[in-house]
């Protein structure tokens, strides 16, 4: 089972709202990372976990909060986003070093 | 700092022809490179991963080979068909940070019927 499941498909949220993107992955892999992609660019990584610790923050406002409750699971909690935040938001995992797998992906928009 | 490269940005060719897509890196020493395909909208599949002591891997229609030395990259999809429309991205680890991909900014490829 080669499948990192994502949730939200779409969200659209204010600028007031807090809300959080969902990623889910039963592969055993013990990397996991976030990336945000813009229209017709390439993906930017946001955040890596490495068994389940914060291993690269990218610089990332702290509107963005990373959580990893478990070795399977990976949130991202938004909150007080701007417009500029709105993008395709993708979950990936893979072992150590490896083959990135990612999730489909949640589109975000910011009113 | 790893850079990627892919040219040219776009390209479109009828079906049933055999094409290359090309990928260029700056620094040598990479411990992979990994190829993906992109459906507008969508999350990235993975197509091929090179291990960089491996000159090539092959899937189906599609062959990826890895020169290290002259850092490049190529991605060869045989008898294209229309739904092999889609942008394809080449990424490599970078350097001291095996977690983080650099990566191209994609090739979006048309097949026509």
């Known amino acids: 089972d080669t499948e990192v499941t994502q949730t939200p498909k779409h969200l659209v949220m204010g600028m007031t709202n807090k809300k959080s993107l969902k990623c889910e992955q039963h592969?055993?892999?013990?990397?996991m990372y976030w990336y945000k992609q813009k229209a017709k660019k390439p993906p930017e990584l946001m955040f890596v976990?490495?068994?389940?610790?914060?291993?690269i923050n990218e610089s990332v406002p702290s509107r963005f909060s990373p959580e990893c409750p478990n070795s399977s699971l990976l949130n991202l909690h938004l909150h007080a986003l701007q417009p500029e935040d709105s993008a395709l938001y993708l979950c990936?995992?893979?072992?150590?070093?490896?083959?990135?797998?990612f999730g489909e992906g949640s589109r975000l928009t910011v009113l | 700092k790893q850079e990627v490269t892919q040219i040219p940005a776009a390209l479109s060719v009828p079906e049933g022809e055999n094409l290359v897509l090309n990928c260029s890196f700056t620094?040598?020493?990479?411990?992979?490179l990994q190829w993906f395909r992109q459906d507008p909208g969508k999350g990235l599949t993975s197509l091929l991963l090179?291990?960089?002591?491996?000159r090539e891997q092959t899937s189906g229609r599609l062959n990826a080979s890895l020169d290290k030395s002259s850092g490049r990259s190529t991605l060869y999809i045989a008898a294209s068909q229309p739904g092999d429309s889609a942008t394809y991205l080449c990424?490599?680890?970078?350097?001291?940070?095996?977690?983080?991909?650099?990566f191209g900014k994609g090739i979006t490829l048309s097949v026509r019927p």
């Open positions: 990424a490599v680890p970078d350097t001291g940070a095996n977690s983080k991909l650099t």
């Open positions: 990936a995992s893979s072992q150590e070093i490896g083959e990135l797998f």
């Open positions: 976990y490495s068994y389940e610790k914060l291993s």
């Open positions: 090179i291990q960089s002591s491996q």
């Open positions: 592969m055993g892999h013990r990397a």
């Open positions: 620094d040598s020493a990479i411990y992979n």
